[in-house]
């Protein structure tokens, strides 16, 4: 069955770090891939997405991920993080096998 | 447009009881679908529609039910609820594209949270 990892289950940073969170998936084929992110008290919405052509993709709010199709990733990046970013942040990995799969979610704390 | 809601935001019943949880969107979205969010393990799809009249299991779908008679709106019921199912729940929407379910953005709800005692 297909799978999405997400190793960091919570990240601390200082502001003006930079940030990378890690997405894997298990699926050899065709895939959309998605970052959702809850902001606390907020509804999931959508931070970017890839579904094909330039595998550098960027989102909202200076936040950017690559796809590398032979590593299955698909990792989040972003070169300085501010408090407000403090977050839940959720890959999900689209297939028309397994339809959507969500990772566990990484929870991510900025120290002001 | 009000976007993705739901009610009610919290619940508590106990168990064996049944209930709705109600969401509607006003988009006018082909695909709806519900989620139920345990710490850890992410999102999980429970139940999915396509379009008014047409649903289907996800994941993780035993003791739940759906309908969808409109576009607008798609009901999750708990059929006799389990302290298993004291969970966040998510319903979402998004446009029928050349993907299926899920293939494209999803637009969620505020969240219901239910607690099965």
């Known amino acids: 069955a297909q799978s999405v990892s997400q190793h960091n289950h919570h990240v601390i940073l200082s502001e003006a770090a930079s940030l990378e969170l890690g997405c894997n998936y298990s699926?050899?084929?065709?895939?959309?891939l998605f970052w959702y992110v809850q902001y606390p008290g907020q509804h999931l919405q959508l931070l970017l997405k890839?579904?094909?052509?330039?595998?550098l993709v960027k989102g909202i709010k200076g936040f950017e991920a690559e796809f590398i199709k032979s590593k299955f990733s698909f990792n989040l990046r972003k070169p300085s993080v501010q408090w407000s970013d403090t977050a839940e942040y959720f890959c999900?990995?689209?297939?028309?096998?397994?339809?959507?799969?969500f990772g566990s979610g990484t929870r991510l704390s900025i120290r002001p | 447009n009000a976007g993705v809601t739901q009610t009610p935001k919290f619940q508590v019943l106990k168990t064996g009881q049944s209930m709705t949880l109600q969401c509607a969107q006003d988009?006018?979205?082909?695909?709806m679908s519900w989620y139920r969010q345990d710490p850890g393990m992410g999102l999980r799809l429970i139940h999915y529609?396509?379009?008014?009249?047409?649903?289907d299991q996800g994941e993780v779908p035993n003791g739940y039910n759906v309908s969808r008679s409109t576009t607008e709106d798609f009901p999750l019921r708990l059929l006799s609820a389990a302290p298993s199912q004291t969970s966040v729940y998510f319903c979402?929407?998004?446009?029928?594209?050349?993907?299926?379910?899920?293939?494209?953005?999803?637009?969620f709800g505020p969240g219901t949270r239910l607690t099965v005692l």
């Open positions: 979402a929407s998004s446009y029928s594209g050349t993907s299926g379910m899920g293939g494209d953005t999803q637009y």
């Open positions: 699926y050899g084929g065709t895939v959309n």
């Open positions: 890839y579904f094909s052509g330039d595998p």
């Open positions: 999900a990995v689209y297939s028309s096998a397994s339809k959507i799969i």
């Open positions: 988009m006018n979205h082909e695909y």
């Open positions: 529609s396509v379009g008014a009249g047409i649903t």
